[in-house]
């Protein structure tokens, strides 16, 4: 058996059932024969876009995703979108193939340095009898380091003898850390006595499992529950659900905010957009809970690190609690639930829609009522999240992805495609600006390839909002922000898809009724006010 053989064959007996990429000498031998032997293969446009694409589907499913390109400038072509990838701390394997033995092949380079410059782990295949090895070795490190790991599978050893392999072994995952009994007693001691606590919970809360544990602490201590952006959805349904911790979130969950004494943060970074650059935070006790104790004090103080897993913690708290008979020491989160069920989110702000825009809020407000409630939400960056990100919300933190770690706008279609490839049988929706769509817009042709249920909303403001609002405040034009564009509908129809634009309310109704009944990718321009949103 030739090692390409090998390799095909390893990859699906490692489960990966697709893998996303692009062609070329080093990888297309392989690939053939992955899909000769049933596995999918789904092709990008651009090689950034499929490692977008391979990161998007690793973060909607919580598996490792599988990336395959070529060499040279294969490689250089991802580099941002492997730093996002990186950012986020992805599962995700990306195969590329040093070229031939031959000093002066004009694709030659450094791969390693490359895998590194992005913050990415590196892997060689050294030797044809090691590629099974160095697969499984590569999916494993994915795993522990929670980072991308590019492996480099040289294109001179692909026709080789594979000869004696080892078995393929499966990833295991680290086994979850118990609090230690000084720092529990420690984060208690605090607990106990604060009136108004809010427990936080992030992505890490929701990969370990621990929703049903933080409601039962947030009821035994009287406190809200929250989350960060990304673990949006977590506590849906529960009367003391303020929402998003952090700049974005609504009225009655800033005067929470405002109100809490204390903040135990279950797997959460507590970064500078969830604490605004410790504005949110300042005057408050902090616990924090992390299974990653070089999380402790970077962005804020610490009080109480505990160093464990959150599902772990909650419910030794839980136990310690219930063995003291301990009971809420004061009856704050009751008037935070009253307010909470009284609100109405159109009159958390001012309608400032026009005669041929509309107000980026009230949109999303209005989208999140009619886009299908089973749905996967991937946002891309830029001003109009200020808008979105409140009021168009996902079920759940697994069905929210946030292309966005490194700020680079753009990189949301291709996350979307992944996301979509993921949960074929739901809706994926795409939050995207007009110049984030611009950079990679060619990319929607392989969902119309692909034909995902793929719905993009396209926040229009015919400008580069932060440059906008940036130039405004150095006293500049902000008119030299202003972007000329196709038409979208025009581009997107010629590309096979749906399309349609919204400058009203009265507009969205139907975005409602073509996003129920998806053959293919939907896309919805959404004209909005580059003055407004400042």
């Not at 060499?71 to 193939?97: C, D, F, Y």
């Not at 294109?155 to 000869?163: F, R």
């Not at 949109?363 to 830029?382: F, I, K, M, Q, Y």
Request: charged share 20%.
């Amino acid at each position: 058996m030739k090692v390409h053989e090998q390799f095909s064959e390893s990859l699906l007996e490692h489960g990966v059932d697709v893998v996303f990429g692009l062609m070329g000498d080093a990888n297309l031998a392989y690939l053939a024969g992955y899909m000769d032997r049933g596995g999918r293969f789904v092709t990008a446009a651009h090689e950034a876009n499929a490692v977008g694409m391979g990161d998007g589907w690793s973060r909607r499913t919580g598996r490792v995703g599988v990336v395959s390109l070529t060499h040279g400038p294969a490689l250089t072509n991802a580099l941002t979108n492997m730093v996002e990838a990186v950012r986020a701390n992805s599962q995700l394997v990306i195969i590329t193939g040093s070229t031939p033995l031959e000093p002066t092949h004009f694709q030659r380079m450094d791969l390693s340095a490359t895998a590194i410059t992005a913050g990415a782990g590196f892997e060689v295949v050294t030797k044809p009898e090691n590629v099974v090895r160095h697969l499984s070795r590569a999916m494993q490190r994915t795993v522990a380091e929670r980072r991308p790991i590019v492996l480099d599978l040289p294109i001179w050893m692909l026709d080789a003898e594979a000869g004696k392999q080892r078995a393929v072994a499966l990833p295991q995952s680290p086994a979850p850390q118990t609090p230690d009994l000084d720092s529990l007693d420690d984060a208690l001691g605090i607990l106990v006595s604060s009136p108004r606590p809010i427990i936080l919970a992030g992505r890490g809360a929701h990969a370990a499992g621990a929703r049903d544990a933080l409601i039962e602490l947030a009821e035994r201590v009287g406190g809200a529950l929250a989350t960060t952006l990304w673990a949006q959805g977590m506590f849906d349904g529960h009367p003391s659900n303020i929402g998003i911790y952090g700049n974005l979130a609504h009225p009655v969950g800033s005067g929470a905010i405002g109100e809490a004494t204390c903040v135990v943060a279950f797997g959460a970074s507590l970064n500078p957009l969830t604490t605004y650059r410790g504005e949110l935070t300042r005057g408050k006790q902090i616990i924090q809970v992390d299974s990653d104790p070089g999380r402790f004090g970077w962005f804020i103080g610490v009080d109480a690190p505990v160093a464990a897993d959150a599902l772990a913690t909650a419910a030794a708290m839980n136990e310690a609690l219930e063995e003291i008979g301990h009971e809420p020491v004061s009856s704050w989160v009751g008037d935070v639930q009253k307010a909470l069920a009284a609100r109405d989110p159109r009159d958390d702000f001012q309608d400032l829609s026009r005669a041929e825009t509309i107000d980026v809020r009230r949109a999303a407000v209005e989208l999140n009522a009619v886009l299908p409630s089973a749905r996967t939400l991937v946002h891309d960056v830029g001003r109009y999240i200020r808008g979105t990100l409140t009021y168009l919300v996902a079920p759940g933190p697994q069905n929210i992805v946030g292309m966005g770690a490194f700020g680079s706008i753009g990189l949301g279609l291709a996350g979307a495609i992944g996301a979509s490839v993921a949960a074929p049988d739901e809706v994926t929706v795409l939050v995207v600006g007009d110049g984030g769509l611009m950079q990679y817009f060619t990319e929607l042709s392989s969902a119309v390839r692909e034909k995902l249920p793929l719905v993009l909303l396209v926040f229009n403001d015919g400008a580069y909002g932060a440059e906008y609002d940036k130039l405004e405040a150095e006293g500049a034009d902000p008119k030299y922000s202003y972007q000329i564009w196709p038409d979208f509908v025009d581009v997107a129809r010629a590309m096979g898809a749906q399309a349609l634009s919204v400058r009203s309310v009265d507009d969205i109704a139907e975005v409602g009724k073509l996003a129920g009944n998806l053959s293919g990718p939907l896309l919805v321009d959404i004209h909005i006010d580059p003055t407004i949103l400042g």
